[in-house]
């Protein structure tokens, strides 16, 4: 590396989401450098409008479920050779992995293991503190830095014997406008209207296989106790006519919405949602949005998740709401298959559709996290992240 050459960056995602992560951090790294960096690697079509063209198609590897990853697995292998081989030719000047850590990870050993001096800077930490702490220690021996989307997960790495580890906030808090309610957006319970409840069963055709049903008779529960509110339910474009087919029945039929805009103000002016536990419990406690979490699993990770309770040290969590976890505390009411009797949950969401304590000690909480998930700078997510690449790239 010479004096005003360019930056070499390579960085590799699995999925979508980290897509989108790679996509903010080239345009913070661009900004930031003091010279011209150049991308390669794996990522998706936002990075490739960035300028950096993928290796092959995520569509390659990015497979969820046992079973699509059995079928998919020689495939995955070679693709992950593939782009280790690419990495360790290309001598870049820092590997970036961000999520996706069953791929991720494979790629950054093997490139470790043929470049033992090149920094890895692995962008989202893997669930250690949650469940298979080992993970942490066997990341310490091929990741240089963790870049954490959680204020708690540095702490927990240094305790897990983990790689270094710093908070640069989760990209929610960079784009307040979406998820504060403007005036007149949320109108207050007490105007009389209709309070707007969300329906969030995901956004994959498993969680709507196990979920939407189970929704719709907490519905017709709250219906039949005289509970009066306007069911709005957003969905990705692809499950939009199955989903308008199966709620036609339920008692008080949703409003289905479609797209990222229609989805935010939903969000803005909704007074509660009934919720699939996932990123969505982050953003609706960013938003404001008092909830009840649910999450049934599907029969293999369910016997997987029992058996992996047995065994001491492995299972090192007790809630599963991302919101939760962050506050330490169950402020959300949580309700894990098989505790899912459609009155149980009508029992936790009707006081959140009226003022009620349930309902203010809810907003509490996430006024809360808002302060904990703050960057002291106030600067975006990107740039910090950025901060950490650079650094190690021009140590």
């Given at each position: 590396?010479?004096?005003?050459?360019?930056?070499?960056?390579?960085?590799?995602?699995?999925?979508?989401?980290?897509?989108?992560l790679?996509?903010?951090?080239?345009?913070?790294?661009?900004?930031?450098?003091?010279?011209?960096?150049?991308?390669?690697?794996?990522?998706?079509?936002?990075?490739?409008?960035?300028?950096?063209?993928?290796?092959?198609?995520?569509?390659?590897?990015?497979?969820?479920?046992?079973?699509?990853?059995?079928?998919?697995?020689?495939?995955?292998?070679?693709?992950?050779?593939?782009?280790?081989?690419?990495?360790?030719?290309?001598?870049?000047?820092?590997?970036?992995?961000?999520?996706?850590?069953?791929?991720?990870?494979?790629?950054?050993?093997?490139?470790?293991?043929?470049?033992?001096?090149?920094?890895?800077?692995?962008?989202?930490?893997?669930?250690?503190?949650?469940?298979?702490?080992?993970?942490?220690?066997?990341?310490?021996?091929?990741?240089?830095?963790?870049?954490?989307?959680?204020?708690?997960?540095?702490?927990?790495?240094?305790?897990?014997?983990?790689?270094?580890?710093?908070?640069?906030?989760?990209?929610?808090?960079?784009?307040?406008?979406?998820?504060?309610?403007?005036?007149?957006?949320?109108?207050?319970?007490?105007?009389?209207?209709?309070?707007?409840?969300?329906?969030?069963?995901?956004?994959?055709s498993?969680e709507?296989?196990?979920?939407?049903?189970?929704?719709?008779?907490?519905?017709?529960?709250?219906?039949?106790?005289g509970?009066?509110?306007?069911?709005?339910?957003?969905?990705?474009?692809?499950?939009?006519?199955?989903?308008?087919?199966?709620t036609?029945?339920?008692?008080?039929?949703?409003?289905?919405?479609?797209?990222?805009?229609?989805?935010?103000?939903?969000?803005?002016?909704?007074?509660?949602?009934?919720?699939?536990?996932?990123?969505?419990?982050?953003?609706?406690?960013?938003?404001?949005?008092?909830?009840?979490?649910?999450?049934?699993?599907?029969?293999?990770?369910?016997?997987?998740?029992?058996?992996?309770?047995?065994?001491?040290?492995l299972?090192?969590?007790?809630?599963?709401?991302?919101?939760?976890?962050?506050?330490?505390?169950?402020?959300?009411?949580?309700?894990?298959?098989?505790d899912?009797?459609?009155e149980?949950?009508?029992?936790?969401?009707?006081?959140?559709?009226?003022?009620t304590?349930?309902?203010?000690?809810?907003?509490?909480?996430?006024?809360?996290?808002?302060?904990?998930?703050?960057?002291?700078d106030?600067?975006?997510a990107?740039?910090?992240?950025?901060?950490?690449?650079l650094?190690?790239?021009?140590?």
């Amino acid at each position: 590396m010479t004096e005003g050459s360019p930056l070499r960056v390579a960085i590799v995602v699995g999925e979508e989401s980290g897509d989108q992560l790679g996509a903010r951090l080239m345009a913070a790294l661009k900004r930031l450098s003091m010279r011209p960096v150049e991308f390669f690697g794996v990522g998706g079509d936002r990075m490739a409008a960035d300028g950096m063209p993928s290796l092959f198609s995520l569509h390659d590897i990015a497979v969820m479920g046992f079973g699509p990853v059995v079928k998919r697995l020689p495939l995955i292998q070679l693709r992950t050779a593939e782009t280790a081989g690419a990495v360790i030719a290309g001598r870049p000047d820092v590997l970036v992995i961000i999520d996706s850590p069953d791929f991720t990870h494979r790629v950054a050993h093997d490139v470790r293991a043929a470049l033992p001096n090149l920094p890895i800077v692995d962008y989202v930490c893997p669930s250690v503190w949650a469940w298979r702490p080992n993970r942490a220690r066997r990341m310490a021996s091929y990741v240089d830095h963790v870049l954490a989307l959680l204020p708690f997960e540095p702490a927990a790495l240094e305790r897990l014997k983990g790689p270094e580890a710093t908070y640069v906030g989760h990209p929610l808090i960079d784009r307040p406008e979406l998820l504060t309610a403007a005036p007149g957006e949320r109108p207050p319970l007490a105007d009389g209207a209709p309070p707007t409840l969300l329906v969030l069963p995901g956004s994959r055709s498993g969680e709507i296989d196990r979920m939407l049903a189970l929704y719709g008779r907490v519905l017709d529960v709250l219906s039949a106790r005289g509970v009066v509110f306007r069911p709005v339910l957003p969905a990705v474009e692809r499950l939009r006519a199955r989903i308008e087919e199966e709620t036609s029945g339920w008692a008080v039929r949703p409003q289905v919405v479609t797209g990222e805009a229609t989805k935010w103000a939903a969000f803005r002016s909704a007074h509660a949602a009934l919720a699939t536990s996932g990123t969505v419990t982050l953003e609706l406690a960013l938003a404001g949005v008092p909830s009840v979490i649910a999450y049934a699993r599907d029969p293999l990770f369910r016997l997987v998740s029992e058996v992996a309770r047995r065994i001491p040290g492995l299972v090192n969590i007790s809630m599963f709401g991302l919101a939760n976890i962050i506050l330490g505390e169950k402020a959300s009411p949580e309700f894990l298959d098989p505790d899912l009797a459609p009155e149980r949950l009508a029992d936790a969401l009707a006081p959140l559709l009226s003022e009620t304590t349930a309902r203010a000690e809810q907003l509490a909480a996430f006024a809360r996290l808002r302060d904990m998930m703050a960057l002291p700078d106030g600067r975006p997510a990107a740039d910090t992240a950025a901060d950490v690449v650079l650094r190690l790239a021009t140590r």
